[in-house]
């Protein structure tokens, strides 16, 4: 029994192992040629990421929003639902919570939660159009997601800037196209003064737990993941694959709806668009990376927070630019896909074989 | 048979994918000038034997020798060269060129580097001059009939030089007079001194055509005979006749009501081919009812319908207890008391990613249900997984491990136990022992007849002949979507079985 076990940890530490060696690698390399010396960087990093308080207090806001597209992407490809349209869903949630946020008064606490509530329901709504059409029309959900993005992205800049703004962004002067900011009852309450670290962060941990939860615990989410992992067979047990289609479809898009929220309830205080950055994005990454382990994207949505706010310094000390951070980051998301196992046994079983062949010389390959 | 010069000499053969042995040790020689059948069920290893011969695969080890001198081809390209052509079952071919281009194409003859269009026109139209082919080569492919298309395949071959033709099931896709002109070619193609290997399985034209058989069967050889010394008898027999490995008693027990009634059931499938025609039969509590049937003959479409996994057009009714279930989803039926072991045990019947007891549990968490309706009952949970695990002796270390690490014989005793330990009242169960140790085989056929002693209605459905007739009370036949019932069937011969399931008719000695 201890064997098996320990064959599984030992294929993830390689895993890891490898892609970690491979990542700093490539990564010294990269920064290298620019001139400049790696370890310097990384140190840059790791002071801007939690160097004082205020370095924290952001890399904790970034955290907040890793956790949020990371569970939102975790419980869909855990369930073998490709959504790709986390940055849409987080648009129309962002939106919804501004549009409430500033436009009626309510006490504190509760205006807070209006604000959520109305995020989530928009991300949910907006995840049940490529879940029926998949289910009804078999729409493959990565093509629908993919351009429910772009309709969702230039449907918020459009409703913003034609009807709350009333299209008067150049009569005033004004530059930006942005809704007004919410208001102060609207705003979730910051946890180090002077950042926006928020109390989001309960929420985004809960979210998570509560993930872990569902697929540990629940008879749903013990259907889930066998249809992630293989469908037929799941079928073949008697479980409903469409409704489960739905239902995550739907929870993805709550907790992506959620996250936009966050984000104008937690730091931005108003929608704008493009303020995501491609942060949907970031959540499939997140999961890949975690390996479909809902508390494993705990650790590397801090990880994520850290490089994010951690680039940001690094850029204002070094010649460097952040993007070689996201570069860096996106080749370890390329190496952790790799299976190790797989091709060492593969090269093994090759090597086996020329051996043989060049010994015997009886095959004919 | 053994003084004639052989063009193709293949010996002692082996290729294994992953856990099948679709080659074992295969030894098959060709004669000069003659037309050689290869044949076998579907599976049986002869497009695996030819893959190797063209170099499309590589054996695990083996030798080919080509008129006499051992060869190594490189590439499929090479096999080409050294005169080997195969005219597939799917035709290669562009639509949208003409039947030259579609001809020369890869093997033009060229004039610095320009096509040299003269010189390939002359050519293949020489060859279809010399071997009577009748086709416009500027005709455009699209909108050919399939038997000149696959004129088209054998004029490629023959331009590509070859004296070897490997022609794989092609009277399938042909009418009757498609057949008989293609047989005329095939029998001047001998005349002039080609080569000519024939893929099927229809044993009348084998016996038409045919000089030399060779018959495959689970990826061995059953026999090398002459056309003129055979009959459709023997070789159906050496086809899909049963290897009596194993032999299991089965005690007398009573025969209960009926609980499965199956009438005029007809099965589309999403392309609109009626894959089961008009089947009627019934299943008693306490009965194992054995379908057997080559491959492809419906057996797979007739089960989905029957477990609710079908995606075509289902009209008939499916009388489970008298009540007609055609509508009802797999939950329900499965609720009802219907157990179903899946035939592909990697693919349906388990999800080797997860876990032991993941596996274990699936179905049975929806029918038997937990304490509450959406938390899992772990302590029912270990101790169903366990119970499985003791009375199937699945030999396993731990339920947390992947279900990957198990081996085949393993994986199927916990999928039988999964299903036979749920308190159904009627299993349909596929080819419970394809491919598993013998051991194996033997426990899972000695619980299934426990099972049906203990009064659950059993449907078999099994490629292996010996299978079915070990284990049924009565047997049934498919064939091409139709159900066969003999009226005596467990009288029957093996031989006999065996001539239904290709088809052919048995006559009443």
Known sequence: MKLKISHEVKKTILRYGISIILTLLFGSILIAIQGESPLEAVGHIFEGAFGNRINIGNTIRWIISSLMVGGAAIVAFKSGVSNLGIEGQLYMGALSAAIIGYSIELPHGLHVMACLLAASILGMLYALIPALLRVY?????????????????????????????????????????????????????????GTTANTGIFIALGILFFIAFIYKYTLEGYEFTQIGQNMSFARMGGVNINKSFIMVFLM??????????????????????????????DGIMITRVANNNPLAVIIVSIIWGALKQGALHMERMTTLNRLVVIIIQMLFVLFVSIDYDNLFSRWKEKIRLKKTNSKGGSSIC | MDKEKFVLEMHNINKKFKNLLANDNITFKVRSGTVHALIGENGAGKSTLMNILTNIQSPDSGQVYLRGEQV??????????????MVYQEFMVFPEMTVLDNIIMGFEQKKGIFIDYKESRRKVEEICKKYEFNISIDAKVDGLPVAALQQVEIIKVLYRNADIIILDEPTSVLTPQGVESLFHAIRFLVDQGKTIILITHKLKEVLEIADDITVLKNGRVTGTLLAKDTNELELARLMVGREVILQVEKPEYNIGEIILKIENLSVKDSSRVERVKNASFHVQAG????????????????VEALVGLSNGNIEGQILFNGENIINETVAKRRKLGIGYIAQDRSAVGTNKEGTIWENAIMGYHRTKGFKTKHLLDYKDINSFTNKIIKDYAVKVQATEDKVKTLSGGNIQKLLVGREFLQEQKLLIIEDPTRGIDIGSVEFIWNRIIQMAKEGVAVLLISHELNEVMQLSDRILVMYNGSIIEHKNS???????????????????A
């Open chain 1, 137 to 193: 029309f078999k729409i493959n959900e990565l093509i629908t997601t993919l351009i429910l993005n772009f309709i969702a992205k230039y449907l918020t800049e459009y409703i913003t800037m034609w009807i709350i703004m009333g299209g008067q962004q150049s009569a005033n002067g004004s530059a930006s196209i942005t809704t007004p900011q919410i208001l102060n009852t609207a705003r979730l309450s910051t946890i180090i003064k």
């Open chain 1, 252 to 281: 993805s898009g709550l907790i992506s709806g959620m996250g936009g929220g966050i984000e104008v309830t937690g730091s931005y205080y108003r929608f704008m668009p493009n303020f995501s950055n491609n942060l949907g994005w």
């Open chain 2, 72 to 85: 190594n081809f490189k590439n499929p390209l090479d096999a080409v060269r050294h005169g080997i052509g």
């Open chain 2, 287 to 302: 009965e194992i009812l054995g379908i057997s049937g080559v491959a492809g003959s419906g057996q797979t479409e007739l």
């Open chain 2, 490 to 508: 467990r009288s029957l011969t093996e031989e006999q079985i065996g001539l239904m399931m290709l088809g052919g008719e048995i006559h009443e």
